[in-house]
């Protein structure tokens, strides 16, 4: 085989887009938690939210018999949670006490699953999604901010870690 037969094979490994994904790992997203009491007053901010996220590599092959494939199609779920405890710093006048207290759920680590029960992937990734937080939506920042509560997991801060 020469170098020349090569390249085309070199090519589309090079162009094909699911290379360019950031493979499964551990990443921190910010979300807004928010509170209400029983009387309707509210307390509120911005969390670090560990979650996973990233590319799992799949495959397919031929087979003889229905649905004449068979399917590898590995998702990125949480491979430990972890209970997260934060005080939220933004309440309304006359907030129930404990309402700054928010609990939610953590990935510890990630690791790319199959689920061999079920050829479903959309199911079993909706099963793994990460936690919703509040009613904020999820986004990347920057660089770290020092008004947002920090999450240390096992007495390490991840989000210095992760480079988030």
Same mark, same amino acid.
């Given at each position: ?29 910010l ?53 997260? *405890?934060?005080?939220?710093? #933004?309440?309304? @006048?006359? &907030?129930s006490? %404990?309402? =700054? ?16 029960e079920?050829?479903?992937?959309? *199911?079993?990734?909706?099963? #793994?999604?990460? @936690?919703? &937080?509040?009613? %904020?939506? =999820? ?7 020092p ?10 801060d ?7």
């Open positions: 085989m020469t170098l020349l037969s090569l390249l085309p094979i070199l090519l589309f490994y090079m162009v094909t887009p699911s290379h360019g994904i950031l493979p499964c790992k551990l990443r921190v997203h979300a807004r938690a928010e509170q209400t009491d029983e009387f309707g007053r509210k307390c509120w901010d911005m969390v670090k939210v560990p979650s996973c996220g990233g590319r799992c590599d799949s495959s397919e092959i031929a087979d003889w018999e229905f649905p004449f494939k068979k399917s590898h199609h590995p998702v990125c779920v949480f491979g430990g949670r972890r209970p997260l *405890v934060v005080r939220l710093r #933004h309440c309304d @006048p006359g &907030v006490s %404990g309402t =700054d207290v928010f609990h939610y759920i953590a990935a510890e680590d990630c690791r790319c699953k199959s689920n061999t079920n050829a479903s992937t959309r *199911v079993h990734a909706e099963k #793994h999604a990460p @936690p919703r &937080v509040g009613a %904020g939506r =999820d986004a990347r920042y920057g660089t770290p901010n008004a947002v509560p920090r999450v240390i997991l096992n007495g390490r991840v989000c210095t870690e992760n480079g988030e």
